[in-house]
Each structure stands twice: as C-alpha cells, then as structure tokens.
C-alpha cells in the first residue's frame, strides 16, 4: 500500500521484452534505498512493481502482460521520468490517500492552463471509471494522489500547485499525454458492498440506476 505522495522522481534506465512481458530497470535519484530489500514493492508511476534486483543506482523489476495492457508502462522509453514510492510503513504518515498502486485505467491530457502560480489540468479518464471519480473526492493519477476539483461526464479536473509540479513528472503533462489513474479504493469497495447476493453473480454488470432504485437508493 503507498499514500500517493511521491518522494522522488526516478527514470527509466533500461527496457527488456521477456516473452510477451517486460523487465525493466529504473534509476532513482534521490529516492533513499538503505531500507529496501528484494521482493520489496516500489510504486512506479503509480504501478505497484516488486524489486528483483538492486544495482545500487536503483532497481530492477518484472512487468506481467496484464500490466502491459492497463497501464502506461508499454510506452515508457529509455529516459522518461517516473514518480517513485516506497510502500508505506505503520509509521508513514497519511498525507493522501491510500493507493494499492493497482492502475484501473489509462486517461489523457485534455488541456493544461495556468492559473495564478498554479497549473490547471483537464483529463479524461475511461468511461467505466467515470462514477469512480467524484467532485472533491481522490484520484492517483501516475501514483501522486490528488483532489478532484471538478467533474464533467468521464472528464474530470486537478489544480497543481508549484511544489508538486516540481516535485513529481506532472510539469511534463501537455494535452495527448497518457497516465495511469487508479480511482479511490473505498468507491470500488461500496460498490462491490452495495451490490449484496447479486455480488456471487457472473457478469452481474455492477451497480445501475434500475439496481439502486429497486432497492431504494434511488428516485426516480
């Protein structure tokens, strides 16, 4: 489990295909490593990923295919930048929310606009996360926890204040840019909750207006 607030900005140092998945090595700065050990987890733009090997410099780590196919981590490139976080300790303090560091989806730059000393930034995320994010609610977006300032249908927008554009990959968001977003977990947990015996169901399809109505959380 990881807070969302990132304590280094690493990059990316080394790509190797391995059969469908993907082994790769990050340098990481600043980012103390005196406590890691191997089989330690690292979130890595926001993907929870397990140290097999530490160079020194950083870290080496496997990523599954399934990886692959809901996160960024296919695009990264011999020297991208990457947030970087160690996983929480029963002495971490809570300064954001708490991130499993499992992405749900790929969601993309809208715009970027300054406003005052900050950054305003509009992203879309997937349709199936949109009733995940919520009006002053959480949101990881590449591992850095954040509040939604305001939604849209699937689109939804941050306000980034100086510190953390210096201190994650966020200053380098222009419109097109891909990230990793991982909605708030209590809201996929209630979901799950809310939907009771229907839960044991294959494919019940989740929670809809005609579900919640029949069982009186909605009005029509």
């Known amino acids: 489990m990881f807070t969302g607030i990132i304590e ?38 926001g993907v929870c990923l397990t140290v097999v090997d530490l160079p020194g410099d950083g870290y080496w780590a496997d990523v599954s295919a399934e990886t692959l196919k809901v996160a960024t981590v296919g695009d990264w490139k011999i020297g991208d930048k990457v947030n970087l976080e160690k996983a929480l300790t029963p002495q971490t303090r809570l300064g954001g929310h708490i991130v499993s560091g499992h992405v749900d989806g790929i969601g993309e730059v809208v715009w970027r606009k300054s406003e005052a000393r900050a950054e305003r930034f509009r992203l879309r995320a997937p349709d199936n996360l949109a009733k995940y994010i919520a009006h002053k609610g959480s949101i990881t977006v590449d591992g850095t926890s954040l509040t939604v300032n305001a939604v849209d249908g699937a689109e939804f927008e941050l306000t980034i204040v100086p510190h953390t554009l210096q ?27 809310l939907l009771g015996d229907r839960a044991a169901e294959p494919e019940s399809g989740g929670l809809t207006m005609e579900f919640l109505a029949r069982h009186g959380f909605y009005r029509a």
């Open 167 to 193: 201190e994650t990959v966020m200053d380098v968001y222009r419109a097109g840019t891909r990230v990793n977003l991982e909605v708030d977990l209590i809201a996929r947990y209630l979901e799950r909750l």
């Open 8 to 45: 280094a900005v690493g990059e990316i140092s080394e790509l190797q295909p391995k059969g469908g998945d993907l082994r790769l090595r990050v340098k990481t700065g600043k980012l103390d490593l005196s406590d890691v050990q191997l089989g330690d987890s690292i979130a890595t733009n």
